[in-house]
């Protein structure tokens, strides 16, 4: 992060907050993302993937690519990118295990219909 | 009053709604982002105000004209935080959304029935896949311009930029002013090459002097902070175990293919990678629009699309960059507001911007466009498809074992671009390796990768909730 006092674009003093990744808390920035807390505490690997378990990240940043999903709050499959990280969110970076509890998590539609 | 609906709040989209108001519409303005302004002018929150931000833009002084009479006009509705996930044209455009936090629980979906539809969804950049993309580490430009821009994080302390065309150079200067060390700024394609696309008729490029500015100005960043600028030179392998530890790059040939023993080892901890732009054209097909054969949104001097009271601007109808996509959309929300008169803006200044950035994007294409010997850079372990880890060895033995003619028959056989993203990152890389491999070119089904009826993937309970009609017009119910 560049630091507020530093940046040429002279932000105002950012309000901080905190989340729990994975049991361990971290701060970050009100109006940050959940992906841009997780980078700034020098983290890159979001989750693991299904077939082969690699590490992936944060890949487009723009909530296109979907490979930054995290759980929040409960719910799996939140694109870390594109939602904002509020004061005290839970966050457990998916594995490749699936979900454990399909009343919490819901199924997704994805069609392709091409 | 004329209801105009706009899907897309960066330059074009911001554009066409002040036309359309100014041309005496009302307007709703849908955005999937919780602010205005698009990936161009991504920006910080209303939470952190700074007070030099015009640094890290172009046209910043633009933007907040646009943005702050949209903002104090009561006949404009701005919606943030909705995404579109299908339209629907029969008796009229139905537009349907889903709005609240991004893929959280209940949003509130809701259908909107406007007079007028003007679609400025964007472009995200397209990276072709190597060795090694996967990791952790590695971005596409777009991502680092977000984080740099959205919150002043930089991807990495020792960053490589590489791939093709000239929206490298805003990458590199975002990266620099976030506090990354970029190594350089990799071209893939030669100077001989970039000659014959930039330098004929150089005088029509006088005309585009808010680009040439533009562009000067990078050019400039990279001189002041000396970041080499290399031609003819690719990323084709990234390296870790698990997030990007080094880099091999490799001299290209006029095709993009690697010239054996150029090869450099740099050591990185981030690498962005961009190849030129994908427009966003799901919800153009989804309303029936024609396509050019590059697939982008055919429109005509009005910025109308071959669908009735649907209008195109910005990158979906070529990718040409921001003050392109400011002149279309000017011209798109006005036509769709009805405006008639002899002196709209299609007959005016913004027809001319519009026909001066249009020259620049063609030479963007000349001189940048993809060439096909990238897939010599391949291996058979390379992923190709992100979300359901297909690699390019699968995808050449599906292919060839199954001789099928059909690309979707080839993807329900592969797998490949059918995971989360919705063949999104690869769709387009997987129809062209398909189409070698298979050498029955073009594969005789007319599918393609770029048509998803539903726009983005939703909760099931979501789809099951009841409709909200407050924004339904004259009593029409579905």
């Known amino acids: 992060m560049v630091p507020s006092h530093e940046d040429p674009i002279r932000p105002d003093d950012p309000i901080t907050l905190s989340i729990t990744v994975d049991g361990e808390v971290i701060t970050g920035l009100q109006g940050q993302s959940i992906a841009g807390v997780i980078m700034a505490n020098d983290r890159l690997g979001f989750r693991q993937t299904a077939k082969r378990d690699r590490p992936r990240g944060v890949f487009c940043g723009i909530g296109v690519c979907f490979d930054c999903l995290v759980e929040v709050n409960g719910l799996r499959d939140v694109r870390a990118c594109q939602r904002k990280a509020g004061d005290g969110d839970m966050v457990v970076t998916q594995g490749n295990s699936g979900p454990q509890d399909p009343e919490l998590h819901g199924s997704e539609l994805h069609e392709d219909v091409s | 009053m004329r209801e105009v609906l706009v899907i897309g709040a960066g330059p074009a989209g911001l554009a066409a709604a002040r036309a359309a108001r100014d041309a005496g519409a009302s307007v ?69 959304a889903i709005i609240g936090e991004p893929d959280g629980r209940q949003r509130e979906r809701r259908v909107f029935r ?102 000067a100005g990078y050019v400039a960043g990279q001189v002041r902070h000396r970041i080499p600028y290399r031609l003819g030179r690719a990323v084709i392998a990234a390296h870790g175990t698990d997030r990007v530890e080094s880099v091999t790059t490799a001299r290209l040939d006029a095709h993009w293919a690697p010239v054996a023993g150029t090869e450099e080892t740099v050591e990185v901890d981030a690498i962005c990678v961009s190849h030129g732009f994908t427009p966003r054209i799901e919800l153009a097909i989804a309303a029936g629009c024609a396509l050019t054969r590059e697939r982008f949104v055919v429109v005509d001097e009005h910025q109308r699309t071959s669908i009735d009271g649907v209008y195109a601007a910005g990158e979906i109808t ?58 010599e850079w391949l291996d058979d372990a390379t992923v190709i498809c992100r979300c359901e880890e297909v690699d390019c060895g699968s995808l050449r033995t599906v292919a060839r074992s199954t001789q099928s003619e059909s690309f979707r028959a080839l993807k329900l056989s592969s797998r490949a671009g059918l995971g989360i993203c919705q063949g999104r990152m690869c769709g387009r890389t997987v129809e062209h390796l398909l189409c070698t491999f298979s050498e029955n070119v073009p594969l005789k089904d007319d599918a393609h990768s770029d048509r998803r009826p539903i726009a983005l993937p939703l909760r099931l309970s979501e789809l099951a909730e009841p409709t909200s009609h407050k924004d339904q017009r004259k009593g029409n119910h579905d």
């Open chain 2, 28 to 96: 709703v303005l849908l955005d999937s982002s919780d602010a205005l302004g698009g990936q161009f002018w991504r920006h910080l929150p209303s939470t952190r105000p700074s007070r030099n931000e015009k640094l890290l833009h172009h046209g910043w002084s633009r933007f907040h004209r646009l943005s702050d009479a949209l903002e104090s006009d009561a006949r404009v509705r701005i919606l943030p935080s909705a995404q579109v996930w299908a339209i629907e044209v029969l008796d009229g455009v139905a537009v349907h």
């Open chain 2, 114 to 215: 406007p007079d007028a539809l003007v679609l400025a969804t964007g472009a995200h950049d397209r990276t072709l896949p190597f060795p090694g993309w996967d990791l952790p580490g590695v971005f596409t430009g777009g991502a680092a311009q977000a984080l740099a821009k959205g919150e002043r994080l930089a991807v990495g302390e020792r960053v490589l930029v590489a791939g093709a065309g000239p929206f490298l150079l805003p990458v590199a200067q975002s990266l620099t002013l976030a506090g990354s060390r970029v190594l350089a700024v990799l071209e893939a394609n030669h100077a001989a090459r970039l000659i014959r696309g930039w330098s004929p008729r150089p005088w029509q490029l006088l005309g585009a002097a808010g680009k040439g500015v533009e562009l």
């Open chain 2, 318 to 375: 070529g990718i040409g960059g921001a003050d392109l996509a400011l002149a279309e959309g000017e011209i798109a929300g006005f036509s769709a507001a009805g405006g008639t008169s002899r002196s709209g803006p299609a007959r005016s200044g913004p027809a001319r911007r519009r026909r001066i950035f249009t020259g620049v994007a063609n030479r963007i294409e000349v001189a940048h466009g993809i060439q096909p010997g990238w897939t």
